[in-house]
């Protein structure tokens, strides 16, 4: 059974980092995309941030909005990927949630963890 | 960036009537290597996305077959043949033939 776990998430001030993590099992993490996705309080899904694969040279990609500020990594030793945060903004408290990526989207999904930006 | 629009935005609907949720690209989504990374997801209330459809019309497994997925160039459906309660939710279209991959704004689903 294919299962994503967020983690991190908290309450940080305007400025200030966060590193989310994200625990993948039941499927060969090491062979697919990996993608973070968010969701703004009653706000629709955009897209953050997405790391290929090592057979791809693990290419990065990242939405304008978070460009220069986050960072996306994964270390297929431990079935991970991660999402560094910094100088965060109001504007990025969200839901965030993790996605393996098959035929172009996340066909599963995390469940979720919360990140908070406020004073 | 391409720009994703759905309609309608709110779509109450008969137990057991079709339902059709429309999604426009700003630009055509026919990527180099011939696919269309056009997909559908719903999300229930309280719970994360799931999608239904990919590469347009090709169903994720375990997805019901009354939900169907057809379209090219710029303009895509999705159509629920048979609405039952448990569809209620938000559906969502999304592009990745173009990064930043990009939703729609999302479609409500309700049972009138």
């Known amino acids: 059974e294919v299962q994503l776990v967020e983690s991190g998430g908290d309450l940080v001030q305007p400025g200030g980092s966060l590193r989310l993590s994200c625990a993948a099992s039941?499927?060969?993490?090491?062979?697919?995309?990996m993608d973070w996705v968010r969701q703004a309080p009653g706000k629709g899904l955009e897209w953050v941030a997405r790391i290929r694969n090592k057979g791809n040279n693990y290419p990065t990609q990242y939405a304008a909005s978070v460009e220069g500020r986050f960072t996306i990594s994964r270390d297929d030793s431990e079935n991970s990927v991660y999402l560094h945060m910094s100088s965060l903004k109001i504007e990025d408290t969200a839901v965030y949630y993790c996605?393996?990526?098959?035929?172009?989207?996340?066909?599963?999904w995390g469940q979720g963890t919360p990140v908070t930006v406020s004073s | 960036d391409v720009v994703m629009t759905q309609s309608p935005l709110s779509l109450p609907v008969t137990l057991g009537q079709p339902a059709s949720v429309s999604c426009r690209s700003s630009?055509?989504?026919?990527?180099?290597?011939?696919?269309?990374?056009l997909s559908w997801f719903q999300q229930r209330p309280g719970q994360s996305p799931r999608r239904l459809i990919y590469?347009?019309?090709n169903r994720d497994s375990g997805v019901p077959d009354r939900f169907s997925g057809s379209g090219s160039g710029t303009d895509f459906t999705l159509r629920i043949s048979r609405v039952e309660a448990e569809d209620v939710g938000i559906y969502y279209c999304m592009q990745n033939t173009y990064w930043p991959g990009s939703f729609g704004q999302g479609t409500k689903l309700e049972i009138k």
């Open positions: 039941g499927f060969s993490f090491r062979e697919h995309f």
């Open positions: 590469k347009v019309s």
């Open positions: 630009q055509g989504l026919v990527r180099r290597d011939g696919n269309t990374y």
């Open positions: 996605a393996k990526d098959r035929d172009g989207a996340g066909d599963y």
